[in-house]
């Protein structure tokens, strides 16, 4: 199908003593789900950021389609995110005072087109269709959830990245979030997502591992389930 995503030496240092990121590379399928894994401060985090075009690399490079996000300034990453990259969050980032259609229409706000039929028909995708006018405060945390895909999705983004999507979530709900992303991933979307549950990165095709800030396997989840 191609590549969506290559990331070429990829660097980042915070300062002479922290290094976040140390000369990572590696390839991403259009219609590929990639999990990363890792121990906390192994670069997990860092790495999903740059991608996203929410922070900045030292060094290296970041070509999604045909753009190196790399070489942009922030205006530029900010539009470029906006119209190609959909963001899900462990904390969700809702407006606490806006509705759940408010709340995605902000993301179309952002990327300078709105459409109220179109973000009540993600909604609806995503199983929210009755809790359009509910605040945040008044839903469950597996609803916030489901929110914040549907925003992520409301501009029909190339990529689909989730950092610890299920993290906040109980078992039941948590199921319920990954049952959707497996859905996405079934109509054919890219998915790159952080997780510390090898269950969760389980689903994905394949498991990015850091250690150290460095790339120490990449390996089929398959494979990495029947070896434990």
């Not at 995110?81 to 902000?106: C, D, K, W």
């Not at 839903?139 to 190339?158: D, F, K, W, Y």
Request: glycine share 10%.
């Amino acid at each position: 199908m191609g590549k969506l995503i290559e990331v070429i030496g990829l660097g980042k240092r915070y300062d002479e003593r922290t290094e976040a990121l140390k000369g990572v590379s590696f390839t991403v399928d259009k219609g590929e789900w990639v999990s990363i894994m890792g121990p906390s401060g192994s670069g997990k985090t860092t790495l999903l950021n740059i991608i996203g075009c929410l922070d900045e690399a030292t060094s290296g490079t970041v070509n999604i389609g045909k753009t190196a996000i790399t070489s942009l300034g922030q205006g530029a990453l900010s539009r470029f995110r906006s119209l190609n990259i959909g963001l899900v969050f462990q904390q969700y980032h809702l407006i606490p005072h806006l509705t759940a259609l408010e709340n995605v229409m902000l993301a179309q706000y952002f990327a300078g087109s709105l459409d109220e039929e179109d973000a009540r028909k993600v909604l609806e995708e995503v199983g929210m269709g009755a809790r359009l006018d509910h605040l945040p405060p008044h839903l469950s945390g597996g609803e916030q959830q489901r929110v914040c895909i549907a925003r992520a999705l409301v501009n029909a983004p190339r990529l689909l990245l989730a950092d610890e999507p299920t993290g906040n979530l109980d078992s039941e709900n948590g199921q319920k979030v990954l049952g959707l992303l497996k859905e996405l991933h079934d109509d054919g979307r890219t998915i790159l997502m952080v997780t510390h549950s090898p269950e969760v990165a389980s689903t994905g095709d394949r498991i990015l591992r850091l250690s150290d800030a460095r790339l120490v396997a990449d390996v089929s989840s398959r494979r990495a389930s029947a070896t434990g």
